[in-house]
């Protein structure tokens, strides 16, 4: 008896144009009575005005807090009775969100997204309660050594520009803002020009292609956004933060390559070789396998840096740092190349970066541990 392979079918990704000009990449699956969308507006956090920090996280906190003429209370019934769950949440860079939805009920879920994309309510009550657990959170982390360590970090390398700041807000800057001040940011980020969408699941082209006026159609065409420069981090220098505590995290910083370098993806593969690939990477080898000095160690690309993290005991800190810039040296000077993946790991390997390849942009920088003691390095 002989096995084959199990037939590879390929995605089928279609562009969705709609009558007024908003497009989406469909992805049609009827497998599942399930439809997800997902979106992404330019603008973020760095589109917090000075002395407002948070406003983008407020915002996005109250996505779910009513809409329309639904308040909060009446918004989320409606939305369990339509089987629905959304969310947004909002990064540096950009504003996501996403709904997943029953195909048979999207009509009232499609109903409630977009009462949400177009008239959120902003009410003082839910305002409050929202604001009040992000400071909550901010008040908590005053106690964290590594979000302390976090933030001193960022202004080191930063300095006065906006990836500085505090994307949450801080106990100042929150309770000034106001409903106006919401809806104006509201204003200003939720314009089509500035859209992303990608959906998936139990809906045809032409069904979609109607669903995308009826949830941004109405949107403003331009967006408003504040100019923010480019920033090169400021590399070259050691930022501690000690505690007298048993174990320390080390984030080390490289200078990083842009997505729109020509060799960006050559940079992902080698990202993966180097510490991506977690169990089989070279850090991993070396800090783990060899000498047992943590328990995880790993790299990646940020938008503008090659990151390096890792934990291990206080008194192991100095040797763990001087491996990781052994190793990370090596790969510079080519001293691995003896031990580069073969062609069929190389093909595995970009199979397995491919398929992780539709998700958000690179991760940020914002990374959170629960450790005591943080020493960073770039």
Not at 133 to 148: F, H, L, M, Y
Request: glycine share 8%; charged share 25%; proline share 6%.
């Amino acid at each position: 008896m002989t096995l084959g392979a199990r037939p590879h079918a390929a995605m089928n990704i279609q562009e969705v144009k709609s009558e007024k000009g908003i497009i989406a990449w469909l992805v049609e699956d009827h497998t599942v009575e399930i439809v997800n969308i997902g979106f992404a507006f330019k603008g973020g956090t760095k589109q917090d005005p000075v002395g407002k920090e948070g406003m983008a996280k407020l915002m996005a906190g109250l996505f779910i807090e009513g809409a329309g003429h639904y308040d909060s209370g009446a918004f989320q019934v409606k939305l369990d009775h339509a089987g629905a769950e959304m969310s947004l949440d909002a990064q540096s860079d950009d504003i996501y969100g996403s709904m997943c939805m029953l195909s048979k009920k999207q009509d009232a879920a499609f109903g409630l997204l977009r009462l949400a994309l177009n008239a959120p309510r902003f009410d003082q009550g839910p305002i409050d309660r929202v604001r009040a657990e992000i400071v909550s959170r901010i008040v908590g982390s005053e106690r964290d050594p590594n979000a302390i360590a976090q933030r001193k970090w960022l202004r080191a390398i930063y300095g006065a520009h906006p990836c500085s700041r505090p994307g949450e807000g801080t106990k100042e800057s929150l309770p000034g803002i106001t409903p106006s001040d919401l809806r104006a940011f509201h204003q200003a980020i939720f314009a089509r020009d500035g859209l992303h969408i990608a959906v998936v699941g139990d809906i045809d082209a032409n069904t979609l292609r109607e669903r995308l006026d009826q949830l941004f159609g109405d949107l403003p065409e331009q967006q408003t956004l504040v100019p923010v420069y480019d920033v090169a981090p400021k590399l070259g220098q050691l930022v501690e933060e000690n505690y007298d505590l048993p174990q320390t995290s080390l984030t080390l910083a490289w200078p990083g390559v842009k997505p729109s370098a020509p060799d960006f993806y050559a940079a992902v593969l080698l990202n993966d070789i180097l510490g991506g690939s977690y169990l089989t990477s070279r850090l991993y080898e070396e800090v783990r396998q060899k000498r047992g000095l943590a328990y995880h160690v790993s790299s990646e690309l940020t938008l503008d840096s090659l990151l390096v993290t890792t934990e291990t005991r206080s008194d192991c800190a100095a040797q763990t740092l001087s491996i990781v810039r052994d190793v990370v040296k090596q790969m510079a000077q080519r001293k691995w190349a003896s031990r580069l993946p073969k062609p069929f790991q190389r093909y595995r390997m970009r199979r397995r970066i491919c398929n992780g390849m539709p998700r958000r942009p690179i991760a940020s920088m914002g990374r959170r541990s629960r450790h005591p003691r943080q020493t960073a390095e770039c």
